[in-house]
């Protein structure tokens, strides 16, 4: 076993390519949220299935962000976002977000009810439930950033169904 598991030598990278790789992932339904941050920057948003707990104690999670979004600068510079998990009714609210209306930045808010936990970054009042995070660490990764924040504050929206993202459709569960 001694060595079984030490790196010897820089190996070649070796992965399938990308369009297999966005076909498979297509296959695994996930949450839609509305990442938002506010601050010093700006205020931003963008509809995200890339989210997911690291651990509980102390409370983080994390984001996967396209380094060629309006909103990487933004949420570099804030330290602060929010996780807000859509609700099964929300996909117009998940389509502004993502950019498919042609909305962008601030203009993005024009919908929804939003309101502030502690960080100051905008908290979708309808969410399912919203993760008011600050940035603890960022690291780059090919072509995204994944930021990872301390969960300041919960909020539990009302009770109901989720939207999710599965088979390039929105589903609710
Ligand atoms: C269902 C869905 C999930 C998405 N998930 C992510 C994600 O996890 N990370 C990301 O960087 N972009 C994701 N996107 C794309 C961004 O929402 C989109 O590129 C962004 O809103 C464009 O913002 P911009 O106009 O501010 O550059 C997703 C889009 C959709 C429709």
């Keep these: ?21 966005r076909e498979a992932m297509a296959k695994l339904g996930a949450a839609v949220h509305v990442v938002t ?19 509980d104690a102390p409370a983080t999670l994390l984001v996967c962000l396209n380094r060629r979004s309006n909103s990487a600068p933004i949420l570099a510079q804030n330290g602060v ?17 993502a950019g498919r209306s042609g909305v962008h930045l601030e203009e993005r808010f024009a919908v929804g009810e939003w309101i502030t936990l502690r960080t100051g970054a905008p908290v979708l009042a ?13 690291k780059a990764v090919a072509s995204h950033n994944v930021f990872f924040g301390a969960v300041e504050a919960v909020r539990l929206g009302p009770a109901g169904q989720a939207l999710v993202y599965h088979d390039r459709l929105y589903k609710k569960v």
């Design 81 to 97: 976002f929010c996780v807000n998990t859509l609700g099964a009714g929300e996909e117009k609210l998940a389509d502004i977000f």
């Design 1 to 21: 076993m001694d060595g079984a598991f030490t790196a010897v030598a820089p190996e070649p990278i070796s992965s399938v390519e990308p369009m297999i790789f």
């Design 37 to 55: 941050s506010a601050g010093a920057g700006g205020r931003t948003g963008f509809t995200a299935t890339a989210v997911c707990s690291v651990t």
């Design 126 to 138: 309808s969410a399912v439930v919203a993760f008011d995070c600050r940035t603890i660490e960022v």
